[in-house]
């Protein structure tokens, strides 16, 4: 079974500050995808950034980039230039490389509030 | 063009009553998900649809849950008797496809609370 741990609950930056979320995860698996996914209060999942296992460059996205990190299945999420409209729930999720059902497997997620 | 809708924002509901909970996928979008999302938890799968394909219903917590999709569009997730236990968020996503090539498109979700 595929499982994804986010160790921190909360977390606050202050706006125009770097902030770094951390994942860990699990899974037998040689090839899978991660992601992170940012929800803010109107419940909508947003995706942040994706990262193919089998890439070892890590994925950025503008102000956002990740320390894929396969061999330790680590995967945190780098915010540079924070700004207020960060403030969310951020989601690491993992998923396997299949045919079929390719449903995401979530973390508990990590509260991030910018702090102005 | 539109997003994935769900409907009904918000439905609370007596213990032991049944409830619909609709999503309108992204039109073309061949896959969707059902997901719930519990206070303090990160999302669980439910159920995938793909195409005229048997669902894959792997994640569904009991019996007394079900989903359908008609014409390979609208899809309903009904909970049948629901107990407290069910109160959550219930999210919905779509994509082009399965596998991780295809980003999955959420919708808003449905807050379900069961008093």
């Known amino acids: 079974a595929q499982t994804v741990t986010q160790s921190q609950p909360e977390m606050s930056v202050q706006e125009a500050e770097t902030v770094t979320l951390s994942c860990t995860y699990d899974?037998?698996?040689?090839?899978?995808?991660l992601f992170w996914y940012k929800q803010p209060p109107s419940r909508q999942m947003i995706l942040v950034i994706r990262q193919e296992a089998y890439k070892q460059q890590n994925a950025t996205e503008n102000r956002f980039s990740v320390n894929f990190q396969k061999a330790a299945k680590s995967f945190s999420l780098k915010i540079s230039d924070s700004q207020l409209g960060d403030t969310a729930m951020y989601f690491c999720?993992?998923?396997?490389?299949?045919?079929?059902?390719?449903?995401?497997?979530f973390g508990t997620g990590t509260r991030l509030t910018v702090i102005p | 063009g539109a997003g994935v809708s769900q409907s009904p924002s918000n439905k609370v509901t007596e213990k032991g009553k049944d409830v619909e909970l609709r999503c309108d996928p992204i039109s073309g979008h061949t896959a969707l998900y059902w997901y719930r999302q519990s206070l303090g938890q990160g999302l669980e799968f439910l159920i995938y649809?793909?195409?005229?394909?048997?669902?894959?219903k792997s994640g569904l917590p009991s019996d007394r849950f079900s989903a359908e999709r008609t014409g390979g569009s609208v899809s309903t997730l009904t909970i049948q008797r629901t107990q407290q236990e069910d109160s959550a968020v219930y999210l919905c996503a779509s994509s082009l496809g399965g596998g991780g090539v295809y980003e999955q498109y959420f919708g808003p979700g449905t807050r379900l609370t069961v008093t």
């Open positions: 999720a993992f998923m396997k490389h299949q045919t079929g059902a390719n449903n995401l497997f």
């Open positions: 649809f793909q195409g005229n394909s048997a669902p894959d």
């Open positions: 899974t037998s698996e040689s090839n899978y995808y």
